[in-house]
C-alpha cells in the first residue's frame, strides 16, 4: 500500500489542523493505520491508531482530548483532527499502515508515508 499524507502547515497556538493520508494499492480496510510524529533530534513516537472501520482508537495521553483520528474506508483515507496545537506540537507527521503487534510500536507498522511538517508558533 502507498500512503501519501498531507495538511501540513504553520498554525499559531491553539489552533486547528487536519492532517490526511490517502491509501492507494492494496484494500485500505484491511489495515490498521496509525500517526506518527518526529520532532526535530528526537525519535519517532506514536500519535494515534484507530482500527478497521474505525470502531476502536488509541491515542497517546500527551494529545488525548486534542487530537482525533477517523478514516474514511470509502476514500481510502484516514484523517488526524489536532485542536488546541501547542508548540510542543511541532514535528513531521507520518501516517503509516499496521502489520502486527503493538499498535503503539512504529516497528509494528509495514508501511509509511513521506511525512508533513506541522509548526506551531507560540
Known amino acids: 500500500v502507498q500512503l501519501q499524507a498531507s495538511g501540513g502547515g504553520l498554525v499559531q497556538a491553539g489552533g486547528s489542523l487536519r492532517l490526511s493520508c490517502a491509501a492507494s494499492g492494496r484494500t485500505f480496510s484491511s489495515y490498521v493505520m496509525g500517526w506518527f510524529r518526529q520532532a526535530p533530534g528526537k525519535e519517532r513516537d506514536f500519535v494515534a491508531a484507530i482500527t478497521y472501520r474505525g470502531q476502536s482508537t488509541y491515542y497517546a495521553s500527551s494529545v488525548k482530548g486534542r487530537f482525533t483520528i477517523s478514516r474514511d474506508n470509502a476514500k481510502n483515507t484516514v484523517y488526524l483532527q489536532m485542536n488546541s496545537l501547542k508548540p510542543e506540537d511541532t514535528a513531521v507527521y507520518y501516517c503509516?499502515?499496521?502489520?502486527?503487534?503493538?499498535?503503539?510500536?512504529?516497528?509494528?507498522?509495514?508501511?509509511w508515508g513521506q511525512g508533513t511538517l506541522v509548526t506551531v508558533s507560540s
Open positions: 503509516a499502515a499496521h502489520g502486527g503487534g503493538s499498535y503503539y510500536l512504529g516497528t509494528s507498522y509495514d508501511y
